[in-house]
């Protein structure tokens, strides 16, 4: 099965390398979309000197990983899925030797790589023109990638849930903005989780999302202790593993009442 995934995954590859042109814009926009919070941010330490904790090459920092990090969190399947459903192609996938989900977690795989290098170019672009700081230790550089790794199923199986709104919907647009939404907030992409108020820290605590971001940086940047992160991997693997099974069940249900327009 792996490998019939990884067959999927490089199709899903192939599919955004038709045109050479969408990994430069794709890269261009992330670095102006860097370009923005960085200025916006240096006019707030002009102001205040400090935010959040974070010194102002800190800062730079965040951003840049954030702008690498936010396709690999935010880019997924949905919109396939939902369009298989109303064009009648789900019958098809229901049907392939591999499962729904592997099929579909073969397509994850693919735009993961294309996030990926989306992500790194843009970070050795941005590290030309800005000062930034290396991880604080090689431990914590492999810690980083290990915490980003483990996102994967979480970010998997939202997507898996928000596209198995297609089956009662004509559209799942307004899904994905909230699912986008959600993660930009919760997981820090919009502002370190330390500048909300505490009850949202609370929040944030709890729920899986702040460990897509805002976790993974600080350990890059060092500021999260060794003994945090072993709860921290706990606390991932638990929320996988729950938000698994929650698509698992939504998507079973689902499928018993589908209905597939012309067929």
């Known amino acids: 099965m792996l490998k019939s995934m990884l067959k999927i995954g490089k199709m899903r590859w192939q599919e955004y390398n038709i045109y050479p042109s969408n990994f430069y814009l794709f890269t261009l926009n992330r ?10 941010w240096q006019a707030i330490y002009n ?28 880019w997924g399947c949905n919109e396939e899925m939902a369009h298989s459903i109303r064009n009648g192609q789900i019958h098809k996938e229901l049907l392939n030797p591999i499962s729904y ?26 590290a030309i023109f800005w000062k930034v700081m290396i991880p604080a230790s090689i431990l914590h550089f492999l810690l980083f990638i290990f915490i980003i790794l483990l996102s994967v ?23 994905q903005i909230l699912r986008k939404a959600i993660i930009s907030i919760f997981s820090g992409i919009i502002a370190p989780i330390t500048l909300f108020p505490q009850w949202f820290q609370a929040l944030s605590n709890f729920l899986p ?23 921290i991997i706990i606390k991932q693997m638990i929320w996988g593993i729950l938000l698994y099974m929650l698509a698992k069940l939504f998507f079973n249900h689902a499928v018993k009442k589908v209905t597939i327009n012309g067929g």
């Open 31 to 40: 670095i102006v979309e860097v370009v923005v919070y960085i200025f916006v």
């Open 47 to 74: 102001q205040t000197g400090n935010a959040g904790g974070l010194s102002i090459e800190q800062m730079v920092t965040y951003y840049i990983l954030v702008t690498a990090l936010r396709p690999i969190i935010l």
């Open 101 to 126: 989900f592997q099929y579909y977690f073969g397509m994850e795989i693919g735009e993961f790589a294309f996030a990926t290098v989306v992500g790194l170019a843009t970070f050795v672009c941005c």
């Open 153 to 175: 199923p979480i970010t998997f199986s939202l997507q898996m849930i928000v596209g198995t709104v297609g089956f009662y919907s004509n559209s799942i647009w307004g899904m």
């Open 209 to 231: 999302f702040k460990e897509l971001i805002y976790t993974p940086i600080n350990i890059y940047l060092g500021q999260i202790s060794l003994n945090e992160i072993g709860i």
